[in-house]
């Protein structure tokens, strides 16, 4: 069966990254400084044995942090309508910051079906992020380094139930 998942998130968090690996190539861009990806970009994405399309949400590095919420609100909504399935990224080496609270309150709102990814956690990093993620209300936070290809067993197996 073939659904869509959307990656959405605050700008840095890996999104694009975790986007490229799900595609197998460069279709988003990375980079250091925020500001690099626009809009929300498509592409046909494997993870084990499952075949989807992914959709890396970008777009919101530009804007000042007066309009950041509404645009990342309408833009978040937009990818949200669209997919099947949403993949909420937070950093866990940051933690829950309140832009990450804003996220997660669009996601009860709209009741999509979500996964929430605690990435950067490559080694021990993001232990402390891991635990806090259970306080957005969320479920089971997968812990994962999108950068690194860890965590993606994890990820498939919460994935899964949801296709
Ligand atoms: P986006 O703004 O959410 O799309 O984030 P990007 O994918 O552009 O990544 C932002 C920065 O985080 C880049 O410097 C990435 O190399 C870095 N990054 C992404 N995933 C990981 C990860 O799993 N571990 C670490 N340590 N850095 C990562
Ligand atoms: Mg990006």
């Known amino acids: 069966m073939s659904f ?9 968090v890996g999104k694009s990254t975790l986007f490229n690996r799900l595609v197998g190539r460069k279709l988003a861009l990375v980079d250091d ?17 499952l075949r989807f399309t992914v959709i890396d949400t970008a777009g919101l590095e530009e804007v000042t942090d007066d309009s950041l919420q509404g645009r990342m609100r309408r833009l978040t909504e ?7 399935i949403c993949l909420f990224l937070i950093d866990g080496r940051m933690g829950v910051t309140p832009t990450d ?14 996964i929430l990814g605690v990435n950067k956690a ?9 635990i806090e993620a259970w306080s957005l209300g969320l479920g089971e936070p997968v812990r994962m380094s999108a ?8 990820l498939y197996r919460l994935l899964r139930p949801l296709v």
């Open 33 to 49: 400084q925020p500001g690099v990806t626009r809009d929300l970009r498509e592409g046909d994405a494997r993870l084990f044995d």
């Open 122 to 130: 490559e080694g021990a990093a993001g232990d402390g992020g891991a």
């Open 78 to 84: 937009r990818a949200v309508e669209m997919a099947d």
């Open 101 to 114: 609270e804003v996220f997660a309150d669009i996601l009860r709102k709209k009741s999509a079906r979500v």
């Open 147 to 154: 950068e690194h290809g860890e965590g993606m067993d994890d």
């Open 4 to 12: 869509t998942l959307a990656i959405v998130g605050r700008p840095n």
